[in-house]
């Protein structure tokens, strides 16, 4: 790793102090504002988002075994079932979103004594809809409902905080996610969404995530363009005042981005390559 970004003092202090601060807006406004109970340190990872998932050699167990605070999986419903795949050609039959991530997380919740990872906040499980959006959250809905013991829920303004938190991203049903007063996920939005005339209660859309170019087009190699950091931090800013999270896809992988990414406050960085954020983001705080 570049010297630069272990030995900058002053970018670290603030780096932490921001993921502090995010994290904790996390586990406070999004998963357990109702809650008397102590809220958890934050660590490093409750920011790293594992990209496509599934595409790794063990899906959702290469990102657990790293901390990773965040996986995203992609699903397409075929024939009344939920395939895990990018693209609907590359669907297969035992490759389910059950059989790769619902199951096994309840399975790892069990074993670890009812969280995912100890005194963390709750997992978010992205599920990026590749299929028409209604028919899919048909399908979804009760399939998630059955998994109530893992899940988190909402009922009206009643939240009811599980070790995984599922945010529908992709295919949004938004209109009718936000019209059930019973349900087991979240909506993933946009910056568009933070906006009077789209915005819904941050209960709702806990999460916002755009495309890194309607940032910038730089990609990390050579000086940053002088604008940018403003552009992130005014990102940060409008979905933080709201009680939201957000998120960049369309990311490079590299130190220099993560670096502004932490610095600024953006509360998941996701990544394809999982054990290079993994060291980059523990390097910090060692």
Excluded at 24 to 35: D, H, K, N, Q, R
Excluded at 60 to 80: K, M, P, Q, T, Y
Aim: proline share 6%; with cysteine.
């Amino acid at each position: 790793m570049p010297r630069r970004f272990l030995h900058a003092p002053s970018a670290f202090a603030v780096g932490r102090s921001i993921v502090a601060r995010a994290c904790l807006l996390f586990a406070a406004l999004v998963v357990g504002a109702a809650s008397s109970r102590a809220q958890p340190a934050p660590s490093p990872l409750d920011r790293a988002h594992a990209h496509n998932d599934y595409e790794h050699a063990r899906p959702l167990h290469d990102a657990l075994e790293r901390g990773f605070g965040s996986v995203e999986v992609d699903i397409w419903l075929v024939n009344g079932t939920l395939l895990v795949a990018h693209d609907r050609d590359s669907v297969r039959a035992d490759r389910t979103l059950e059989g790769l991530y619902l199951a096994p997380l309840r399975a790892h919740i069990t074993a670890r004594g009812g969280q995912v990872h100890a005194a963390r906040p709750p997992l978010t499980l992205l599920i990026d809809i590749k299929s028409h959006a209604d028919s899919t959250w048909a399908a979804l809905a009760p399939l998630l409902a059955r998994y109530d013991d893992v899940v988190t829920s909402w009922r009206g303004d009643t939240m009811t905080v599980r070790p995984v938190v599922a945010v529908l991203s992709g295919q949004r049903p938004i209109a009718t996610v936000r019209a059930q007063r019973e349900r087991w996920a979240a909506l993933d939005g946009r910056l568009d969404d933070l906006t009077a005339r789209r915005r819904a209660p941050p209960a709702v859309m806990p999460l916002v995530s755009d495309d890194w170019e309607t940032i910038t087009t730089w990609r990390g190699a050579g000086a940053m363009p002088r604008a940018v950091r403003q552009r992130v931090m005014q990102a940060v800013n409008r979905a933080h005042a709201q009680g939201r999270r957000l998120r960049f896809w369309n990311t490079p992988d590299t130190p220099a981005v993560w670096q502004l990414l932490v610095e600024c406050g953006v509360d998941l960085i996701g990544t394809d390559d999982l054990e290079a954020l993994r060291k980059f983001l523990t390097a910090r705080v060692e």
